[in-house]
């Protein structure tokens, strides 16, 4: 099946640096999303971007599909980004499941 | 409006034990699906309803678990004679089409601890 790799496994912040996480999958992909886990465990959507960019406020996310990989950046992090960073896609063929990667663990300190 | 909600938040019960847990979906979303998150991992996929039929429940572990979803709005994923390594939190999300390319929005999962 599709594997779904992330770096850095963990990050370590002061508060108002900048951050990309990077994404890498081995096939190509119907769907593709990012997702925050707070530390709550409530997993909030990010952006859905199985190509192309997207931007909303400091986040931005971009997915080369084609060279299979995808990259949300962080910019000006506050203390409130802390947590985990999840990249999930859903394979192209006859599923739909999320497959997800292992996570990037963030830390933002003030 | 109202996200996916999951009921209960936690659950707490004994090896062997039989257990149900809840979820509703955002309102006419179509697909439903439930996901299993252990400890320090992603959430791992278990089971996918495309209305009221297991579209794929390539992702049950065993035959002690099972999930319905009766009229295509609610469902519930049921556990017979729970071990503890079933210790996790059982994740529920919907989308809107049921397609692969369909978003899915997650709930904020029911934490089951087998003692």
């Known amino acids: 099946g599709i594997q779904v790799e992330q770096s850095p496994p963990d990050l370590i912040l002061q508060e108002g640096a900048n951050s990309t996480l990077r994404c890498n999958f081995s096939d190509s992909v119907n769907n593709l999303q990012w997702f925050h886990q707070n530390p709550w465990g409530q997993l909030i959507n990010l952006f859905y971007?199985?190509?192309g960019t997207k931007q909303n406020g400091r986040l931005s996310a971009t997915t080369v599909a084609t060279e299979r990989y995808s990259l949300l950046y962080i910019s000006s992090s506050q203390t409130t980004d802390s947590g985990v960073y999840f990249c999930a896609v859903v394979s192209g063929g006859a599923t739909n499941k999320l497959i997800f990667g292992t996570g990037t663990l963030l830390a933002v300190q003030p | 409006g109202a996200g996916v909600s999951q009921t209960p938040s936690n659950k707490v019960t004994e090896k062997g034990k039989y257990v149900e847990l809840r979820c509703d979906p955002i309102?006419?979303?179509?697909?439903l699906y439930w996901y299993r998150q252990s400890l320090g991992q992603g959430p791992e996929f278990l089971i996918y309803f495309q209305g009221t039929g297991a579209a794929d429940d390539s992702g049950l572990p065993n035959d002690r678990f099972f999930a319905v979803r009766p009229e295509g709005s609610v469902s519930t994923l049921k556990i017979q004679r729970t071990e503890r390594g079933d210790s996790a939190v059982y994740l529920c999300a919907s989308s809107p089409a049921g397609t692969s390319r369909g978003e899915q929005f997650f709930g904020p999962g029911t934490r089951l601890t087998v003692l």
């Open positions: 309102s006419g979303h179509t697909a």
């Open positions: 971007i199985p190509s």
